[in-house]
């Protein structure tokens, strides 16, 4: 299966854990929006998928 640009991969293949984007059920503030997320980023900090994913394509459009 190939990426599709602008989509992240939080099924977790690359790190062999489905798992690793899970914050084990607790709900905390997400980084971009503040609103609680169950979902970390690849750093581990609290974050939607689809605000790391505007975040990203908000980025490459300053490029």
Same mark, same amino acid.
């Given at each position: 299966?190939?990426? $599709? =640009?602008?989509? %992240? ?11 690793? @984007?899970?914050?084990?059920? =607790?709900? %905390? ?18 974050? @939607?998928? $689809? ?13």
């Amino acid at each position: 299966m190939t990426p $599709v =640009r602008g989509l %992240l991969d939080w099924s977790g293949r690359k790190e062999k854990n489905s798992r690793a @984007h899970w914050n084990e059920g =607790r709900r %905390l503030p997400c980084r971009v929006c503040r609103k609680p997320a169950f979902l970390k980023d690849d750093d581990g900090r609290p974050c @939607h998928k $689809v605000c790391a994913e505007t975040e990203q394509a908000m980025s490459e459009g300053d490029r």
